[in-house]
């Protein structure tokens, strides 16, 4: 069941792929949406307690709450977690 806030960052996610597939920007695609409790805890570990850059600020990150979700512009550069499209 989704909430209210879900509902709006999925239109608007909707919304921008739109505009930007009608600017000529195409190659756009989602890298990650929900994260698990373990997912945030291990990816907040990269870089202090686990090798690697740091890649979030908070063990509270909207991706537990479906309220994220990262977007990337192809072709891939340097993703954080290239891993995780595989
Ligand atoms: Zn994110």
Redesign the pocket.
């Known amino acids: 069941m989704k909430n209210n806030r879900q509902v709006r960052v999925r239109k608007n996610l909707h919304v921008y792929y739109f505009r930007s597939a009608k600017a000529g920007i195409k190659n756009i695609f989602i890298t ?1 949406t929900y ?1 698990s409790q373990e997912r945030q805890n291990y990816l907040y570990a990269q870089g202090r307690t686990r090798p690697g850059q740091i890649v ?1 600020s908070t063990l509270n ?3 537990k709450s479906r309220l ?3 977007i990337a512009v192809g072709p891939p550069q340097s993703l954080y977690d290239v891993v995780a499209l595989n």
């Open positions: 990650e994260r979030t990150s909207n991706h994220a979700c990262d």
